[in-house]
């Protein structure tokens, strides 16, 4: 079992800044890939990022490239997802979420291939 708690969302200016964390708790988390979905009211739940268990390979969606890095620093289990130049349109609540491997490069934008979710947190960006 993996708990995983996110932190770091809040009310942000377009073309702002925010850096989201989430906290492992539970097994090794140098064990798990991890991404960063969100979804945004009266839509489905979509994916943002994700980044291997060495932190060597990230994956973007194209919403969000150029403008988000997704990091891990395993020593203190921990993935961030660094935000800038946020637009209105990437309002939602925000969710990290754990992959026990294996996994392959085409799956790692897909929920149903994580194991573990957090509760998620809110980032809301003013226009």
């Known amino acids: 079992q993996v708990r995983l708690v996110e932190s770091g969302g809040g009310l942000v200016q377009a073309g702002g800044s925010l850096r989201l964390s989430c906290a492992a708790s539970g097994r090794t988390f140098s064990n798990y890939a991890m991404g960063w979905f969100r979804q945004a009211p009266g839509k489905e739940r979509e994916f943002v990022a994700a980044?291997?268990?060495?932190?060597?390979?990230?994956y973007y969606a194209d919403s969000v490239k150029g403008r988000f890095t997704i990091s891990r620093d395993n020593a203190e289990n921990t993935v961030y997802l660094q935000m800038n130049s946020l637009k209105p349109e990437d309002t939602a609540v925000y969710y990290c979420?754990?992959?026990?491997?294996?996994?392959?490069?085409?799956?790692?934008?897909?929920?149903?291939?994580?194991?573990?979710w957090g509760q998620g947190t809110q980032v809301t960006v003013s226009s």
């Open positions: 980044i291997s268990r060495s932190g060597g390979n990230t």
């Open positions: 979420a754990a992959n026990l491997p294996p996994i392959s490069y085409s799956d790692y934008a897909k929920r149903d291939k994580y194991d573990y």
